[in-house]
């Protein structure tokens, strides 16, 4: 029951950091378009790290889902191999 309740709680996590990734994509555009572009390019710096924060989150997600994936025995749904015929 522990995996689900961190599974939850990563994606929750990566929604947080995508929103706030959005707000502060809004407002490098929002700085652009006043054309107030000494602030438009501190807040391109603020924007991009928060996209790589959020990369490296998701990342870091999906290959721990794999680890987690590889760790699962095999299923048994998966359907037997048939003899090949010389």
């Known amino acids: 029951m522990d995996r689900p309740a961190s599974v939850q709680a990563d994606r929750l996590m990566l929604d947080a950091k995508k929103a706030i990734l959005q707000e ?19 807040q391109l710096h603020v924007t991009l790290t928060c ?15 794999v680890n987690q994936q590889k760790q699962l025995p095999p299923s048994s749904s998966t359907p037997p191999e048939s003899p090949s015929s010389p």
């Open 51 to 65: 996209a790589a924060d959020l990369l490296k989150d998701s990342v870091g997600l999906l290959e721990k889902t």
């Open 24 to 42: 502060q994509h809004q407002r490098f555009q929002n700085l652009q378009r006043e054309e107030r572009w000494d602030d438009a390019w501190k």
